[in-house]
């Protein structure tokens, strides 16, 4: 069973339109993290989020973390081509497990021109 | 501030054989972590070391070994390979920010089993 759930797990769409990415789980995270990943690289850290209720926004990015910090989504405005790749997210756990930080399957979002 | 580096970015090895994978973590970072990625399993934990001590491992076979020097680069080691280790094997290097922890990737080494 995967802790962290990401739906959709696959996006292709038009440039300038929306979408959000989900990111879900029973648990809860004391921290959560997204990511950004292009193929053959490693994956690059966009944001974390601390508190129930936080609302980050990084350019046409904006990310929400769940009121009980189990969920988050993320929410990108007028997509671009430069915005394809796999998105990440990754929870910090408040207690127990071998992993710190447990990571969802990733959405894969392409964006066409 | 270099980020993470690891080395070789390649790899194509066969059966039976072992690798060296290395990780030079952020210069201050004490805390490495190594994950393998493969598109249908997505990314698993392996192990972490802070320290020059393992302090977490994941659920991988003994033939997956790792270690950690003073100056906080890192080595993973798999011996006996196997054609489904073939992966991307991806390092992070975390630090502690007013609170909660943030792990930077490395490029990853792309190993490739025959």
């Known amino acids: 069973t995967q802790l962290l759930e990401q739906s959709p797990q696959f996006l292709s769409i038009q440039e300038g339109e929306n979408l959000t990415v989900y990111c879900n789980s029973s648990?809860?995270?004391?921290?959560l993290q997204w990511y950004r990943q292009e193929p053959g690289e490693g994956p690059v850290l966009l944001v974390t989020v601390v508190t129930g209720g936080e609302v980050k926004k990084l350019k046409r990015l904006t990310f929400q973390f769940g009121d009980a910090r189990k969920d988050s989504s993320l929410h990108i405005t007028a997509a671009q081509p430069g915005d394809t790749g796999l998105y990440l997210c990754?929870?910090?756990?408040?207690?127990?497990?071998?992993?710190?930080?447990?990571f969802g399957k990733g959405t894969k979002l392409t964006v066409n021109p | 501030k270099a980020g993470v580096t690891q080395t070789p970015r390649y790899l194509i090895k066969t059966r039976g054989q072992q690798v060296t994978l290395s990780c030079s973590p952020i210069?201050?970072?004490?805390?490495v972590s190594w994950y393998q990625q493969t598109p249908g399993q997505g990314l698993q934990f392996l192990f972490e070391y802070f320290s020059e001590t393992q302090r977490n491992k994941g659920n991988f076979p003994g033939r997956f070994s790792g270690r950690q020097f003073s100056n906080s680069r890192s080595e993973m080691n798999v011996s006996t390979l196997e054609l489904g280790d073939s992966a991307l094997y991806l390092c992070?290097?975390?630090?502690?920010?007013?609170?909660?922890?943030?792990?930077?990737f490395g490029p990853g080494t792309r190993l490739t089993v025959l």
């Open positions: 990754a929870g910090d756990r408040t207690q127990g497990g071998s992993e710190k930080l447990v």
């Open positions: 992070a290097s975390r630090r502690w920010t007013g609170g909660f922890d943030e792990q930077f």
């Open positions: 210069s201050g970072h004490r805390s």
């Open positions: 648990s809860v995270f004391s921290s």
